[in-house]
Each structure stands twice: as C-alpha cells, then as structure tokens.
C-alpha cells in the first residue's frame, strides 16, 4: 500500500502561482509513475503531468505546459506541482497519483494509489 497526502492548494488571484505538494510512504519502493490530476466541478478526472519516479522524465498536458512543471525529490518520496500563470480554468481538486505499472498514462484508471485532493482556486 501507498499513501499519499497533498498539501499546498488554496485561493490566487489570476496570473498568480502555487505549488502543491505530496508526501507519499508505504511502499514507494514499488511505484514506477507518479502524477497530478485535477477535477473541475461537473467534469472528467484529467491528466495534468507525469513522472518517471526513478529516471526524472516527465510528461505535462498541453493545457499546462510551459506554466506548470512536475517535480520530484525521491529521497524524501515527495512529489511536486510548481503551478505559475495560474488562470480560473485552472479551478479544480488537484490529486496525487501513483501506479505500479510501466506506462506513465494519462488515464486515471492507470493508477492505484490516491490522495484525498487539495482545492485549487484562481479568481479572475
């Protein structure tokens, strides 16, 4: 089992920037792929960014590319979001993911572990 706790969202005004964070523990030895999510309100689960948790690579989202940046410090088993530009499309829970397979997916399917969430809030 792994557990994974996120920290960090809140409220920004536009154009504004957070960082999110998530702490994992348990079994971290047997996670290959970690990964942002984010729901809106009345909408899908979606991809944000990825990483290889061994090699570094890492995969974003058209929607956020150049503004966001996925991040990892494997000896403290924590996984980062640097979000900048925010803007209020960005509004959604943001969730930690973690998967034990080989493929850094987009599908939220793909994952086996979760976090609780954290709110994301960006006023226009």
């Known amino acids: 089992q792994v557990q994974l706790v996120e920290s960090g969202g809140g409220l920004v005004q536009a154009g504004g920037s957070l960082r999110l964070s998530c702490a994992a523990s348990?079994?971290?030895?047997?996670?290959?792929?970690m990964a942002w999510f984010r729901q809106a309100p009345g909408k899908e689960r979606e991809f944000v960014a990825g990483?290889?948790?061994?090699?570094?690579?890492?995969n974003h989202a058209d929607s956020v590319k150049g503004r966001f940046t996925i991040s990892s410090d494997n000896a403290k088993n924590a996984l980062y979001l640097q979000m900048n530009n925010l803007k209020p499309e960005d509004t959604a829970v943001y969730y930690c993911?973690?998967?034990?397979?080989?493929?850094?997916?987009?599908?939220?399917?793909?994952?086996?572990?979760w976090g609780q969430g954290t709110q994301v809030t960006v006023s226009s």
């Open positions: 993911a973690a998967s034990y397979g080989f493929i850094l997916a987009r599908d939220a399917a793909m994952y086996n572990y």
């Open positions: 348990g079994r971290t030895d047997s996670t290959n792929v």
């Open positions: 990483i290889w948790w061994r090699s570094g690579n890492t």
